[in-house]
Antibody, heavy 120, light 107 residues
Framework: QVQLVQSGAEVEKPGASVKLSCEASGFTFTNYAFHWVRQAPGQSLEWMGW????????RYSQKLLGRLTITTDTAATTVFMELTSLTSADTAVYYC?????????????WGQGTLVTVSS | DIQMTQSPSSLSASVGDRVTITCRAS??????LNWYRQKPGKAPTVLIYSASNLQSGVPPRFSGSGSGTDFTLTIANLQPEDFAIYFCQQAYSGPWTFGQGTKVEIK
């Protein structure tokens, strides 16, 4: 079955970086694009960026441009998200999500989420 | 960026009720609108895509309608697992943006 399994919770200090992973299984990895979406405590969802696992093409939110990098390891069917220069505003649950095939962008499978806490 | 506004922010209902949630876009997004349900402590799951298409495996008590700027999600015969937060998401243009959420609580 389709699964996205994310790495565990992280606690980081302001100014540090964090790199999360999302291991995919149950489908052909390179046929899909993967997005990262975050959710601050008690807040809505914020789209961060995406990567095409087939050709490595990426797009990032303007808000996070320069701090966010999304990569893949195709052999390991894993997507990575690295966010640098962390502040308390980056404290959130981070989700990886698979973009459904087709002409409309929606997310048909999600990881379980990874809590990132930024605190001194 | 396209702003998505949901109403109400929260509502109380009983098992078996019919519930309607509204989502309004800040510009015309045709039918590029998706709906998700997020149960407490869990990741969201898609219910409806392209305004009115039921995602595979989602019960038919969920339905969506609308186009342009105004959209609705209707839940008929509310079930215990439907007490959750619902989000709309526009898929018209990046950055993909979500509504602020509607919390459906038990009356």
């Amino acid at each position: 079955q389709v699964q996205l399994v994310q790495s565990g919770a992280e606690v980081e200090k302001p100014g540090a970086s964090v790199k999360l992973s999302c291991e995919a299984s149950g489908f052909t990895f390179t046929n899909y694009a993967f997005h990262w979406v975050r959710q601050a405590p008690g807040q809505s969802l914020e789209w961060m960026g995406w990567i095409s696992a087939g050709d490595g093409d990426t797009r990032y939110s303007q808000k996070l441009l320069g701090r966010l990098t999304i990569t893949t390891d195709t052999a390991a069917t894993t997507v990575f998200m690295e966010l640098t220069s962390l502040t308390s505003a980056d404290t959130a649950v981070y989700y990886c999500a698979r973009r459904a095939r087709g002409h409309i962008t929606y997310f048909d499978s999600w990881g379980q989420g990874t809590l990132v806490t930024v605190s001194s | 960026d396209i702003q998505m506004t949901q109403s109400p922010s929260s509502l109380s209902a009983s098992v078996g009720d019919r519930v309607t949630i509204t989502c309004r876009a800040s510009q015309n997004i045709a039918k590029y609108l998706n709906w998700y349900r997020q149960k407490p402590g869990k990741a969201p799951t898609v219910l409806i895509y392209s305004a009115s298409n039921l995602q595979s495996g989602v019960p038919p008590r969920f339905s969506g309608s609308g186009s342009g700027t105004d959209f609705t999600l209707t839940i008929a015969n509310l079930q215990p697992e439907d007490f959750a937060i619902y989000f709309c998401q526009q898929a018209y243009s990046g950055p993909w943006t979500f509504g602020q959420g509607t919390k459906v609580e038990i009356k």
